[in-house]
């Protein structure tokens, strides 16, 4: 009898902590299943175009291959059927463009250079009817440089402005319209080392949304709300010369869309 009552109470408490362990592993699966309806409604294209050189002289020919890919999973996906690719000026202008079809998640083509091109660094960019859709930010950019032997380089002399690179990363990969996310910064001069300034986000009239500082070796974060119908920039103010601000872009707001933040809940 008493072995009976003993077996009766280890059911129960087995079902006791099976409880909690099964309800976690519904909350994840339901997760894990709003995620991919978000991923199949926001399907992202991603280009990835292989030039056979970066240097080339005018009179020569840029061959390239175009590869399309899912943009969360990099699988070939056979959905848009033509890519778009345009060679950029130092003006932002397309000098060169072309249509390429797409196969079986591929395609190739080339650009032939001529001689009414003059000599400087220019931006290969490829992109698809679809990512069209989305910020340029996704669109695939790759510097290419045409020198053209009979007309003058034109360089520019280099600029003793200070160089600083300054990124911002939200902390669930994007920043999204009414959502509070947590931003992380980094600012380094041209060897590397972290700078010490003091920052602002500013809005289309220039109003300040945000300041913001490093806390050490020119790392830091902040917290920010952004509204997807405002453009953002960011300006910095090093500490080492009062008075010379320096503008930045800002991340893209898209107007839908999900944000992650990590907290530590532990003692």
């Known amino acids: 009898m008493y072995k009976t009552n003993y077996f009766i109470i280890g059911i129960m408490l087995v079902l006791a902590w099976s409880g909690p362990a099964i309800g976690q592993q519904d909350s994840l699966t339901a997760l894990v299943k709003k995620f991919d309806i978000y991923r199949t409604h926001a399907l992202q294209e991603k280009l990835f175009v292989h030039t056979d050189r970066s240097l080339y002289l005018t009179g020569e020919t840029l061959w390239f291959k ?6 969360s999973f990099h699988r070939p996906l056979d959905l848009s059927k033509v890519a778009y690719l345009e ?27 001529p001689a009414s091109l003059s000599s400087g660094h220019y931006l290969l960019r490829a992109y698809t009817q679809w990512m069209r859709n989305f910020s340029p930010d996704f669109y695939f950019q790759q510097p290419v440089t045409i020198i053209n032997p009979f007309t003058k380089l034109g360089l520019k002399p280099r600029d003793e402005k200070p160089g600083y690179d300054v990124q911002f990363f939200p902390e669930g990969g994007n920043l999204v319209n009414g959502l509070g996310s947590k931003v992380a910064f980094r600012a380094v001069d041209k060897t590397g080392k972290g700078i010490d ?13 945000v300041r913001f500082q490093p806390l050490r070796f020119g790392i830091g974060n902040f917290s920010f709300t ?19 601000f320096i503008s930045y872009p800002f991340p893209v707001v898209y107007p839908w869309g999900y944000v992650i933040h990590v907290s530590d809940t532990s003692a």
């Open 87 to 113: 060679i950029l000026d130092k003006d932002n202008k397309a000098v060169l463009q072309a249509k390429v079809e797409i196969d079986n998640a591929g395609g190739n083509g080339a650009f032939f250079l």
């Open 197 to 209: 300034f003091k920052g602002a986000v500013l809005d289309e009239k220039n109003d300040t949304i």
């Open 226 to 244: 952004p509204l997807s119908n405002l453009r953002y920039k960011a300006v910095i103010e090093d500490s080492n010369s009062k008075g010379n």
């Open 66 to 71: 175009v590869y399309l890919v899912d943009g």
